[in-house]
């Protein structure tokens, strides 16, 4: 496939890369303007909208993943995107899709817990897509989401370890005016669904509000027993996990105490959601 970077490069222009599934909201366009600012009004800004099948796992939601090309396509002409890149399965992983394709990337240390636990093959997919779509697009820098922090923390990885020659920029997590943090699944929820959506906000707040009170070290299984009573008071939702970690290495903290991250996964209804906030 053809390498969109190569001439921007030979010419001296930055290039400034927004990876994303579409379905575009309010937090993906403020990547876009994150990487806007950064290689400024010469440079160049990519979005790539594709909804990468390796990182679903086979009970996953990839067939109901909400799509809508037009709409992401006036949104990104709204915020000054120069180039959308939209391939599909066959340009992605030639000779019959992502079934018959055999080379992948993985990261083997910081994908073990929390997402990685819970969906086993998915780092695996993201991190092969990522690789594959910097190869293709060869920014100077590409910009993520904070609320995926696990995510984020791979792909710096993963560059690093690979000698990627592009910068990762994490930028805040973007919220609704209640609090619930943006996602493209928060199309599926509906009415009383929505409301109880709030109850992931709310578990980082009380973890938050422990933190700060405590005179002492938390303990880390006494604090998840809390969240998880209540988290299940709403009677749609479901913990995954909840997980108190060191914010640089992802290892697993015993204790919270201020400066430990915090990142949760919950369902609600058939809707999974997650978020993360350093305590």
């Not at 030979?10 to 290039?15: E, H, K, N, P």
């Not at 796992?57 to 002409?77: T, V, W």
């Not at 002492?216 to 998840?224: N, S």
Request: net charge positive; hydrophobic share 40%; with cysteine.
């Amino acid at each position: 496939m053809q390498r969109l970077g190569r001439s921007w490069q030979r010419a001296g222009v930055r290039v400034g890369f927004v990876p994303t599934m579409g379905y575009l909201h309010a937090g993906h366009l403020s990547l876009v303007h994150r990487a806007r600012r950064l290689v400024g009004p010469r440079g160049q800004v990519v979005v790539s909208i594709y909804v990468n099948p390796t990182q679903f796992g086979p009970q996953e939601d990839l067939s109901r993943y909400p799509r809508d090309m037009a709409r992401d396509a006036r949104l990104c002409r709204q915020a000054s995107v120069d180039v959308i890149f939209a391939p599909d399965d066959e340009q992605m992983y030639p000779r019959g899709g992502a079934s018959g394709f055999s080379t992948f990337v993985a990261e083997e240390g910081l994908s073990r817990g929390m997402e990685g636990k819970s969906r086993p093959t998915h780092f695996r997919g993201v991190t092969t897509v990522v690789a594959k779509l910097f190869n293709i697009v060869q920014p100077e820098l590409a910009v993520f989401g904070a609320k995926d922090f696990q995510q984020a923390a791979i792909v710096k990885r993963m560059v690093r370890d690979l000698n990627f020659p592009l910068k990762i920029v994490v930028a805040p997590i973007q919220r609704e005016a209640d609090g619930l943090a943006l996602s493209s699944r928060n199309k599926y929820l509906a009415g009383e669904l929505r409301a109880q959506a709030l109850v992931l906000r709310r578990s980082l707040d009380k973890a938050q509000a422990e933190a700060r009170q405590a005179s002492r070290p938390v303990p880390a299984a006494r604090l998840k027993a809390e969240l998880k009573r209540f988290i299940e008071r709403a009677p749609a939702a479901r913990l995954d996990y909840v997980e108190f970690f060191d914010t640089d290495t992802l290892v697993a903290a015993p204790n919270v105490t201020r400066g430990t991250h915090m990142a949760l996964a919950v369902y609600i209804g058939k809707t999974r959601l997650i978020d993360n906030a350093r305590l």
